[in-house]
């Protein structure tokens, strides 16, 4: 299985809360929506409650680095041939390029961060 995972940081006109209602109630049914030319086979987002006190108390506990993104967002394929697919059809470059202009509306793409892995589960 192939998984493209994102760490989204909201545009700088964005507060947080407008960047999720957005990413949930607009990016997430056009996805949706274009699964089928896409192909994915999974679609998940995971938002970041960065108003939570326990945020501060997981990091302090652990000692990591303050969390720095508004969102998880991942979606999966069967694999990599799989996801070269979509672009070898009209409808998938067309869903491709429709949902790339509107991350545009909503995710600082240049304070981003995008890639490409292989899960390998270890629970479930």
Not at 22 to 27: S, T
Request: net charge negative; glycine share 6%; with cysteine.
């Amino acid at each position: 299985m192939l998984k493209m995972t994102m760490f989204a940081r909201r545009l700088p006109f964005l507060d947080h809360d407008e960047f999720d209602r957005y990413w949930r109630e607009v990016h997430g049914p056009l996805v949706t929506g274009l699964a089928q030319p896409l192909r994915i086979r999974r679609y998940v987002q995971t938002t970041v409650d960065v108003d939570d006190p326990v945020q501060n108390l997981l990091r302090q506990a652990r000692g990591t680095l303050a969390v720095d993104f508004d969102g998880l967002g991942e979606l999966w394929w069967n694999d990599l041939d799989d996801y070269r697919a979509v672009r070898s059809t009209p409808e998938g470059l067309a869903a491709v390029a429709e949902i790339a202009d509107d991350e545009r509306r909503f995710v600082d793409l240049t304070r981003s961060c995008l890639w490409f892995g292989i899960e390998r589960p270890m629970v479930g």
